[in-house]
């Protein structure tokens, strides 16, 4: 496989004042806990996804939206195409 087609490594970064920043793809970005974590207090975390922040709640919305499968790979709407819609 050539470089240019792997995956970006996702990256923790702490700074000095102890800010917290998960990056990927040069994104602050997590599917899994808050992205930006500033100073290290837990109550001021953001969360974000490809670089755009959300709320708490969109993003806990946005995770739990996610299948893992294309439209055509899941049953269910494979099922509503072959009627028309």
């Known amino acids: 496989m050539e470089k240019d087609n792997e995956w970006p490594v996702p990256r923790k970064i702490k700074t000095e004042d102890g800010t917290i920043m998960r990056i990927w793809d040069g994104k602050l970005h997590s599917w ?13 975390r953001e969360y974000y996804l490809y670089g755009i922040l959300h709320t708490e709640e969109e993003w806990k919305e946005k995770r739990r939206d996610r299948t893992g499968l294309p439209w055509y790979k899941n049953p269910a709407m494979r099922e509503s195409a072959r009627q028309g819609g």
């Open 32 to 44: 899994d806990q808050p992205a930006l974590i500033p100073q290290g207090v837990k109550r001021l």
